[in-house]
């Protein structure tokens, strides 16, 4: 079945770093790509919209200088998180439309700034 | 603006016990209502819904739409403690090039 692949899994980093986060489809192609963010005990929220070769779309409310999204090519999208702080550790996760489920799920990131 | 609301919120049962989970949603162009169990990671696929009135079935759980109530029901018959879980209600329309909207989860808690 179709597969997306994201990592890393976990990443401590410290604050005022970057961090990039890969969400790649092993076996089909994903022109785009949803970026989602969970708060413990919370619901999926919608971050952006990725789409292969075009600018991502941002939901309401999300800084698009600070969450970083490239959709390189029909099998890659990245988010990078630049200057992170303690307010952005959060687990995040990425999912592709279009397979034969509706949608795949990476396996999701969880990120601790300290 | 899209709304997608999941009750309870969140439930605690014992062990075989049956329940009854709730999605209730408002979306233009609706396409298609997913149910998914999240543990400790990525949401799980259970159930993809576009027709009314189709019960879906896997095992001890399943699932109807009803389109005219706007709704749909996720059933767990026979509750183990491996059922505990966040279940996610997410409805798919047909202008929104397929970006889901999330319904806030249903926490589940078996107790054995």
């Known amino acids: 079945g179709a597969v997306v692949s994201q990592h890393p899994s976990r990443v401590i980093c410290k604050s005022g770093t970057s961090v990039k986060i890969e969400c790649r489809s092993l076996d089909f192609q994903a022109t785009t790509m949803f970026w989602y963010r969970q708060f413990p005990k919370q619901s999926l929220m919608l971050m952006a919209t990725?789409?292969?070769?075009?600018?991502?779309?941002?939901e309401q409310g999300v800084e698009k200088d600070k969450f970083l999204i490239n959709h390189a090519s029909l099998t890659l999208s990245t988010l990078t998180v630049t200057s992170a702080h303690p307010e952005d550790s959060s687990f995040y996760i990425c999912s592709a439309p279009g397979t034969p489920y509706g949608y795949t799920f990476g396996s999701g990131t969880r990120l601790t700034v300290v | 603006e899209d709304k997608v609301v999941q009750s309870p919120l969140s439930l605690v049962v014992h062990e075989g016990d049956t329940v009854t989970l709730n999605c209730s949603y408002e979306?233009?162009?609706?396409?298609?209502l997913l149910w998914y169990k999240q543990e400790k990671k990525a949401p799980t696929f259970l159930f993809m819904l576009t027709s009314s009135g189709i019960e879906k079935k896997s095992g001890r759980l399943s699932s109807i739409l009803d389109k005219k109530e706007l709704s749909s029901i996720l059933n767990i018959t026979a509750t183990q403690t491996g059922d505990s879980a966040i279940y996610l209600c997410?409805?798919?329309?047909?202008?929104?090039?397929?970006?889901?909207?999330f319904g806030g989860g249903t926490r589940l808690m078996v107790k054995p």
């Open positions: 979306v233009t162009n609706f396409r298609s």
């Open positions: 997410a409805v798919g329309a047909n202008n929104a090039g397929n970006m889901l909207t």
């Open positions: 990725s789409n292969e070769g075009s600018k991502a779309t941002y």
